[in-house]
């Protein structure tokens, strides 16, 4: 199942050049997956940082 990364974390990619503007990224299982949205061209890309913000979760106590 793919999960959509959010907006904040797509510019984070763009910033640091890991994808471009005509590319999205979302997971697919544990792989991060960047996707050219004018060629449906797909390729891994590693981002260690997004790993944590991407997987938010409610602590319960």
Known sequence: ???L???RDLNQLRGQ???????TA???GDK?????VLTQ???I????GLVLESKK????G
């Open 1 to 3: 199942m793919n999960r």
């Open 5 to 7: 990364l959010t907006e």
């Open 17 to 23: 050049d890991l994808i471009t503007a005509d590319e």
């Open 26 to 28: 979302f997971w697919v």
């Open 32 to 36: 991060l997956v960047a996707e050219n």
């Open 41 to 43: 061209v797909r390729r």
């Open 45 to 48: 890309i590693t981002a260690p």
């Open 57 to 60: 979760g409610l602590l319960k």
